[in-house]
């Protein structure tokens, strides 16, 4: 039988409820099942794509806040430093703005190299002041990322793979953002659920009908063993 190809799995909009907020435990059992590393990469805090490995039952392979972590399961590599886009924050809110998350803000708790600003937030003066300390603002269509201009999810790829031992070309990626575009570029098969953005759908090699964590299974079954 032939082996399964190596995962590279986005968690927002693409392992989610139909109405997108809450993972679709519908997903655990076949990653679980997955015959080949699989990739947690996600705009997320570090600590929630870890703790998903480990509630899933899988080795805890993480691309976290767009590329800024990297967990090998061995080692963790930070390819940025949270201080320049905590000092957006900081003259953002002397702006008369927030993050829009509330006095305990644990969207940004654990957050080791990038701020997380609520969608209901204006963009416009957060991309301003951001540009002003020379980085980007992404949206991923959940929150709006102050992030290092060069850390992607595709680089945190290729780290993984280089650490696990496979081949990033013979992976299958699934996203539904823009942040995802760098996976895909990187993989050698992407899929974009059905409620991804343009851009993402864009880039992907494949753009599926069904949406979220839908979306997501049937990608899944359609490479299963073709690895």
């Known amino acids: 039988m032939t082996a399964d190809p190596p995962l590279v799995l986005d968690i927002d909009g693409t392992l989610t409820r139909p109405e997108g907020w809450g993972i679709d435990p519908r997903v655990f059992?076949?990653?679980?099942?997955?015959?080949?590393?699989?990739?947690?990469?996600?705009g997320k805090a570090f600590p929630y794509p870890v703790a998903l490995c480990h509630f899933v039952g899988i080795p805890e392979l993480v691309v976290?806040?767009?590329?800024?972590?990297?967990?090998?399961?061995?080692?963790?590599?930070?390819?940025?430093?949270?201080?320049?886009?905590?000092?957006?924050?900081?003259?953002?809110?002397?702006a008369g703005y927030s993050t829009g998350w509330g006095p305990?803000?644990?969207?940004n708790r654990w957050r080791e190299t990038e701020i997380a600003v609520n969608l209901e937030?204006?963009?416009?003066?957060?991309?301003?002041?951001?540009?002003?300390?020379?980085?980007?603002?992404?949206?991923t269509g959940y929150a709006y990322h102050v992030k290092d201009t060069d850390p992607n999810k595709g680089d945190g790829l290729e780290t993984v793979a280089e650490h696990v031992g496979f081949d990033p070309e013979a992976a299958v990626a699934v996203g539904d953002s823009i942040n995802d575009v760098s996976t895909f570029e990187v993989a050698g098969r992407s899929f974009a659920v059905a409620n991804a953005d343009e851009t993402a759908k864009a880039a992907a090699d494949e753009v599926l009908e069904e949406a979220h964590a839908d979306g997501t299974l049937a990608a899944l079954e359609q490479v299963r063993g073709s690895g």
């Open 29 to 42: 059992d076949p990653i679980r099942d997955w015959e080949a590393p699989v990739v947690i990469a996600t």
């Open 64 to 94: 976290a806040e767009n590329g800024g972590v990297v967990y090998t399961g061995d080692d963790v590599f930070f390819t940025a430093d949270r201080a320049a886009a905590q000092a957006v924050l900081e003259d953002y809110r002397a």
């Open 104 to 107: 305990e803000n644990t969207v």
């Open 121 to 139: 937030q204006p963009i416009e003066p957060l991309r301003e002041i951001a540009a002003a300390h020379g980085l980007e603002v992404v949206d």
